[in-house]
Nanobody, 116 residues
Framework: QEPLVESGGGLVQPGESLRLSCAAP????????VGWFRQAPGKERERVSC???????TYADSVKGRFTTSRDNAKNTVYLQMNNLKPEDTAKYYC??????????WGQGTQVTVSS
């Protein structure tokens, strides 16, 4: 299984937004559940969201109402729209072909830093 490719991270101020993208090189994401995870320095990796195969979504309590995950089958991409970002959202974000841990095919991730 090849790792997914995350992009879209950056440095933003509190209250701003970012949209992360998750692409699959060489295969279709259409029929997979896709999870977004994040890991801050010194902390364990945690699940942020899950997009199921029927596009049912779940979110961590800490991001509910602020983050939205969706898929664009035409672009073979899954997104994580992050609004009203907070300093505690600072972490490296990863997507995975799973909504549960453990998972063994992590990509490089994309860094999100929220700071004034």
């Amino acid at each position: 299984q090849e790792p997914l490719v995350e992009s879209g991270g950056g440095l933003v101020q509190p209250g701003e937004s970012l949209r992360l993208s998750c692409a699959a090189p060489g295969f279709s994401l259409d029929y997979y559940a896709v999870g977004w995870f994040r890991q801050a320095p010194g902390k364990e990796r945690e699940r942020v969201s899950c997009l199921g195969t029927t596009d049912y979504t779940t979110y961590a309590d800490s991001v509910k109402g602020r983050f939205t995950t969706s898929r664009d089958n035409a672009k073979n991409t899954v997104y994580l729209q992050m609004n009203n970002l907070k300093p505690e959202d600072t972490a490296k974000y990863y997507c995975a072909l799973s909504c549960i841990l453990p998972y063994n095919y992590w990509g490089q991730g994309t860094q999100v830093t929220v700071s004034s």
